[in-house]
């Protein structure tokens, strides 16, 4: 079964730094891998979804990059914001209804 | 992408009651799921509903527990029956669009059982 795992679970960094999520997952053979937000009680807003034939996607300050040999992707945010404060969560899908998500990892970006 | 509205957003429920969460989308999508979040846990699949026929639940949901319908292609309702404490969690309904595998998730509903 596919196990996802991100690390670190929480992470607190001063306004401005530029910093980088990592998720892995144990079976490589997977269709997709999306980048979640998450606001406390709230629904998941998607940020990034790297097909498996792609090695990264970019969209404003995010950048993901996923290396499915190793299974490893990373998220990268640069110049972090007050507002990135929330949880990012990896998901991968390995087929059309089963999509295991990593327990995320909770952003603290301090003004 | 998609919209997603789901109703309640929150509710606070007595044990043994059921409740109804209702999915609407803004466009007609092949593909919608509810899944559970419990209590600082990541998100598990619920089930998958199929638009015309019985929805698809995965180990560990059953259909007395957690009816689902799906009427048309834009709409659902997950329902959480003889609710207990344990079923407190975030609910969330999301849909597939299709050809990209991306998948897009309403803003959830919190229940609070009592």
């Known amino acids: 079964k596919q196990e996802v795992t991100q690390i670190p679970a929480a992470l607190s960094v001063p306004e401005g730094e530029n910093l980088v999520l990592n998720c892995s997952f144990t079976?490589?053979?997977?269709?997709?891998l999306q980048w979640f937000r998450q606001d406390p009680g709230k629904g998941l807003t998607s940020l990034l979804l790297?097909?498996?034939?792609?090695r990264e996607q970019t969209s404003g300050r995010l950048n993901a990059s996923l290396d499915k040999s190793s299974g490893r992707s990373t998220l990268y945010i640069a110049a972090s914001q007050p507002g990135d404060s929330a949880t990012y969560l990896c998901?991968?899908?390995?087929?059309?209804?089963?999509?295991?998500f990593g327990t995320g990892t909770r952003l603290t970006v301090i003004p | 992408s998609a919209v997603i509205s789901q109703k309640p957003s929150r509710d606070i429920c007595q044990r043994g009651t059921s409740l109804t969460i209702q999915c609407q989308v803004d466009s007609q999508v092949t593909m919608m799921f509810w899944y559970r979040q419990q209590p600082g846990q990541s998100l598990t699949l619920i089930a998958t509903a199929n638009q015309g026929s019985e929805a698809t639940y995965e180990s560990g949901f059953v259909i007395d527990k957690f009816p689902i319908s799906r009427p048309n292609l834009t709409f659902s309702t997950l329902t959480v029956s003889n609710m207990s404490p344990e079923d407190s969690s975030i609910y969330l309904c999301s849909v597939g669009v299709d050809g990209t595998g991306e998948l897009f998730f309403g803003e959830g509903s919190r229940l609070t059982v009592l």
């Open positions: 998901a991968v899908q390995t087929g059309a209804n089963n999509l295991f």
């Open positions: 790297i097909q498996s034939s792609q």
């Open positions: 079976d490589s053979a997977i269709y997709n």
